[in-house]
């Protein structure tokens, strides 16, 4: 009725719109607007009235209305600070870095004594990367008010040498946080030098800490929850970084990097199909982002959802052939045996984790060790416990000539001292650190006081892998060997050993390292490994007692759609064939079931074996007439498994590395007509093998009595043979020559 009766009072106007705020309905608010925009063409110099409109118009999500009242507001007090400072942040929050750049300058030229102004100018020069205009912005706040936490935390995240944090930094920090103690920048920021500096233990207080803030009313923000979330990764609790990350999807949905990291997490968790979920949301906010892109192909192969394969492998070859960034390496070495586009994955992966690395120089002429002492060799992996590297690797570590040689081993995974290869390989190495909790340079700085000439990688681009350790230079001489089939691409790796058959003559070009080959296969193997007797029985394992039974107990990530309609082309001629695979994910066994059964085959012809214990498991490959290999990454470890007990595996060669690990083995066992080079070959000759019980039965017998078995899987020749190598590595590096 008032308004009725006096229309043109700006003051009615907006008490009816404050009434419409307090309700819950969105047709109130929009009526408030209204209300608010019309009390302000009554009374255009109100900067109470304009403001609320501005936090009004902010808040329904038309930002930059809000923006642009704003800058009214500004021309009517342009000595308020509370105008620009809202105007900056909305324009950030629009990702409009030079306009909020431009508007902290106008700001610091009106208010050049108001050290927010500043702090605000530094932190729009810090997030378009120039440092040098930041830092003086941030020394001209300091001077202004000398402990103001935000300039302070400033000059920490600015304070940098040689790509890591200086002493001032964390002395900045800790300032900042001595002011505000409850503020999660600062408290991460802290923990985050600690890391960077290798001070893994440091770090941990500070991130429980952070995990430890209380909550306020409304809950904390997706930003804090996301510094939570990486807190508790490095505290290794990943059940409570999944749960901090979906807290932080829910309140920012189009957050990229929380799904992105949401669906690292999941990765690490084994929760494949929730990982796809998550990238899957990534690359719907980045379509372009090749992290993400890489990321779900791998995730998708996993889970063996083949909906989009065709059009996905097409994106990651287009991205691995044209794009800048890297698309991620061991994903390259799954989906194709290109090995020039394997090599710029990795050239590209390991520029981007060396840019900011200045390691520290050797003496060019000599190894680490003087020339009258033992070589002393450190291996490094996250796989030092029961896994499959270790499976392989045990036999030659403990066989090391302790007269000419000195081992160490650095493990950093985890850190599980009951599993039995655990402790074998403590007691096979003279030294043996465990370095989960200290950061890559730390390792590298371990390293070289240990005297280390000759460093090996045991990971390369693969996941737990720690590359910056050898960018550091943990040795004079750094080596690439079986944890990665392929180049690394790193300037700082010299050597990486290989055969004949995965590294052939000519192929030196599409490695950035020197290659090494050895006599026969360049694999580790174990005479020690024990197979159950008398093992399991085909009924205990779930098989048809009177049936052909192909195995591939591969990761399903290495089975692309095209070999598995190779697969079920085979049991459609051979009726009393069954497919023996290994995932323990049911819904995978159910969508290859499914894939199956679309394509003519009973779902019940596809077995899954489930989990066992090493000796068990390798004594029922026994129960399998054929093993089939993937392509273009080859069974590895399982090749070697299936061979060790007599099984024979039947292997597609191609043009890479990990392609070629299958051909390999068979080429050192002499059994090289069970390798074909395309994918008719490989069927046909499946094909005719399934249909001639008695040359399966001479090659099983083959396999089991090859006079060249014994070479092949003797860890303790091998150990020679690398021994060889490293000689004249080291004897190279100590005449000043470069790897050759």
């Not at 790509?163 to 002395?171: E, I, N």
């Not at 006081?449 to 001489?477: C, E, M, N, Y």
Request: aromatic residues 8%; proline residues 6%; neutral net charge.
């Amino acid at each position: 009725q008032a308004l009725q009766q006096r229309p043109q009072e700006s003051a009615l106007w907006q008490a009816r719109a404050h009434t419409a705020l307090r309700l819950p309905q969105t047709q109130a608010r929009a009526q408030a607007l209204s209300d608010l925009q019309h009390a302000l063409q009554l009374t255009p110099d109100n900067e109470r009235l304009r403001y609320e409109l501005v936090l009004t118009l902010d808040q329904m999500g038309q930002t930059l209305a809000a923006c642009e009242h704003l800058e009214q507001l500004e021309k009517l007090s342009a000595q308020n600070h509370e105008y620009p400072l809202l105007h900056v942040r909305l324009r950030r929050r629009l990702g409009q870095m030079p306009q909020a750049l431009a508007l902290c300058q106008a700001w610091t030229q009106r208010q050049a004594q108001h050290s927010t102004a500043w702090v605000q100018q530094a932190s729009a020069h810090l997030a378009l990367q120039q440092n040098e205009q930041a830092m003086a912005c941030t020394l001209q706040a300091l001077a202004l008010q000398k402990d103001n936490a935000e300039s302070l935390n400033l000059r920490g995240m600015l304070s940098r040498a040689n790509g890591l944090p200086t002493p001032q930094a964390l002395s900045d920090f800790e300032q900042a946080h001595a002011q505000e103690p409850d503020n999660p920048y600062f408290l991460s920021n802290i923990a985050i030098t600690h890391d960077e500096l290798g001070q893994l233990a440091l770090a941990q207080p500070w991130w429980r800490r952070l995990l430890a803030l209380p909550a306020p009313p409304q809950g904390h923000t997706a930003q804090v929850l996301l510094l939570q979330a990486h807190g508790a990764q490095q505290l290794d609790d990943l059940p409570r970084q999944l749960q901090l990350l979906q807290e932080a999807t829910q309140r920012l949905p189009d957050d990229f990097e929380a799904w992105l990291q949401c669906g690292h997490c999941c990765t690490a968790l084994g929760l494949d199909l929730q990982a796809q979920q998550a990238y899957a949301q990534a690359l719907r906010i980045a379509p372009n982002n090749v992290h993400a892109l890489s990321a779900l192909m791998r995730a998708e192969r996993c889970v063996a959802d083949w909906k989009h394969h065709d059009e996905r492998l097409a994106q990651v070859l287009k991205a691995a052939t044209d794009s800048e960034t890297p698309v991620n390496p061991f994903l390259m070495t799954i989906i194709s045996d290109d090995p020039l586009l394997q090599k710029r994955a990795s050239v590209l992966e390991s520029a981007q984790i060396g840019q900011h690395i200045k390691p520290w120089a050797f003496p060019k002429n000599t190894t680490g060790t003087p020339a009258k002492e033992r070589l002393r060799i450190g291996y490094f992996s996250a796989d030092f416990h029961d896994h499959a590297t270790s499976y392989l690797m045990a036999q030659m570590l403990e066989s090391h000539d302790r007269q000419r040689f000195e081992i160490f081993a650095y493990s950093f995974g985890p850190n599980a001292k009951q599993h039995a290869y655990r402790q074998r390989l403590e007691r096979g190495v003279e030294h043996f650190y465990e370095v989960s909790a200290l950061g890559a340079r730390t390792i590298a700085r371990l390293a070289r006081s240990h005297g280390i000439d000759i460093a090996v990688d045991l990971k390369g681009h693969t996941r737990q892998g720690r590359p910056h350790i050898f960018a550091w230079r943990a040795a004079p001489v750094q080596v690439n060997y079986i944890g990665f089939p392929g180049t690394l691409g790193a300037p700082w790796i010299d050597y990486v050993v290989a055969d004949t058959s995965v590294i052939p003559a000519g192929d030196e070009p599409h490695f950035t390292e020197q290659v090494v080959r050895l006599p026969g296969c360049y694999q580790a193997n174990d005479t020690q490994r024990t197979v159950a007797s008398p093992g399991m029985t085909r009924a205990q394992a779930g098989l048809p007692e009177q049936a052909l039974v192909l195995c591939c107990f591969n990761s399903t990530f290495k089975i692309s759609p095209e070999l598995f309609q190779v697969w079920l082309r085979i049991l459609g001629q051979i009726p009393h064939a069954v497919l023996w695979l290994f995932d323990k994910n049911r819904q995978v066994q159910d969508t290859l079931r499914q894939y199956a059964q679309k394509h003519g085959i009973a779902p019940e012809r596809l077995v899954f074996a489930q989990f066992a214990p090493l000796a068990e498991h390798l004594s029922r490959y026994r129960l399998a007439d054929l093993f089939l290999d993937t392509a273009p990454y080859n069974a590895h470890t399982t090749a070697s498994d299936a061979l060790w007990v007599g099984l024979p595996v039947l292997t597609l060669s191609g043009r890479s590395f990990a392609s070629r690990v299958g051909a390999s083995l068979l080429t050192a066992l002499d059994l090289t007509e069970l390798i074909t080079h395309n994918l008719t070959d490989y069927e046909n000759l499946a094909l005719k093998l399934c249909k001639d019980p008695k040359t399966l039965s001479r090659l099983r017998q083959r396999v089991t009595h090859s006079p060249k078995r014994s070479a092949l899987f003797d860890g303790r020749l091998l150990a020679r043979l690398m021994e060889s190598a490293y000689t004249q590595m080291g004897e190279r590096k100590s005449q000043g020559l470069p790897p050759a």
